[in-house]
């Protein structure tokens, strides 16, 4: 199912973060229904730096071609800025989506943007931001691939600017609305209010960040079509391998720490190894 087809369904689509094809598999097995590639857990995973602007479209790009190798589910991709003006924005889209993204997400910070959880952000014109969507959607190749305006105006310009430029930018041809960084139950719950429905709003679930932890549940119940928990996995396994080190540097051994981890036919079974060296074998020879 294409995620504008799952989006006319009434229930709250989940979109957990994910950042390599192992991520994205184990994801697709839990029973997700999409998942969202991070730009921020791409920066941590593989660059080892925070999310400030650091990632390259080729990166992105790269990783979002390695899962779709992998699963067939709609993927939603951060396009940060678009990497730059209206025609490096376009050039995203098509980038991405030759990848196999089913969305992309494009915020009105400058560049080099920051995560949107962080302090002194700054913004682009509301007009460059609105050509910037416009150009995207003249460079799609398939109305399938939607396009997810993210502003971060609540932090520097207050939330009532930032329903303004949400307004223009589903002028613009966005097809879904981000707001992001809501610092009160409050206003989370006016986002959806203010546009009753007229276009699906996303919301963003970061631990330790200025929005108030809301499961899908409540989400759904305020009128938010998506909640995405894009940095969860770096977080939950940057402490696992934290606690992994410092257990092995401690005993000089892995048995202290093995019922916290898989061992190697574990592993092997989890990402299907006998089920592609049977495959492989399939094909040896068909004469």
């Keep these: 199912m294409s995620l504008r087809a799952r989006l006319k369904k009434p229930e709250i689509l989940v979109a957990p973060g994910v950042f390599d094809g192992l991520t994205a598999a184990i994801a697709a097995e839990a029973g997700f229904e999409a ?4 730009g921020a857990a791409v920066a941590y995973t593989r660059l080892g730096r925070p999310d400030i602007g650091l990632t390259s479209v080729t990166e992105m790009t790269d990783t979002m ?3 779709r190798d992998r699963v067939d589910l709609p993927v939603i991709v ?3 800025t678009g ?4 025609l490096n924005a376009q050039r995203t889209m098509r980038f991405y989506e030759r990848a196999g993204a089913s969305a992309l997400q494009v915020e009105d910070q400058t560049f080099p943007k920051r995560c949107g959880h962080l302090s002194d952000k700054s913004l682009i014109p509301m007009g460059e931001m609105a050509g910037k969507i416009a150009a995207m959607a003249d460079a799609r190749t398939s109305d399938e691939t939607l396009i997810i305006a993210r502003t971060d105006a609540i932090a520097v310009e207050g939330f009532d600017a930032a329903l303004e430029r949400a307004e223009v930018y589903v002028e613009a041809g966005a097809d879904i609305l981000f707001i992001e960084a809501p610092r009160s139950g409050d206003e989370l719950r006016e986002v959806p209010k203010r546009f009753n429905g007229r276009v699906p709003f996303l919301a963003n679930m970061v631990e330790g960040g200025a929005t108030p932890l809301k499961g899908a549940a409540d989400l759904e119940a305020l009128g938010y079509s998506i909640v995405i928990f894009p940095g969860g996995i770096v977080r939950a396994l940057a402490k696992t391998a934290g606690a992994y080190y410092a257990s092995l540097k401690a005993h000089g051994s892995n048995r202290p720490f093995a019922d916290q981890m ?3 036919n574990g592993l092997n079974d989890r990402i299907g190894t006998a089920e592609m060296l049977a495959l492989g074998q399939s094909y040896e020879d068909k004469t």
């Design 262 to 264: 898989f061992d190697f």
């Design 65 to 67: 071609a390695l899962i």
């Design 83 to 86: 990497f730059g003006n209206a």
């Design 35 to 38: 998942l969202y590639l991070s």
């Design 78 to 80: 951060d396009a940060d």
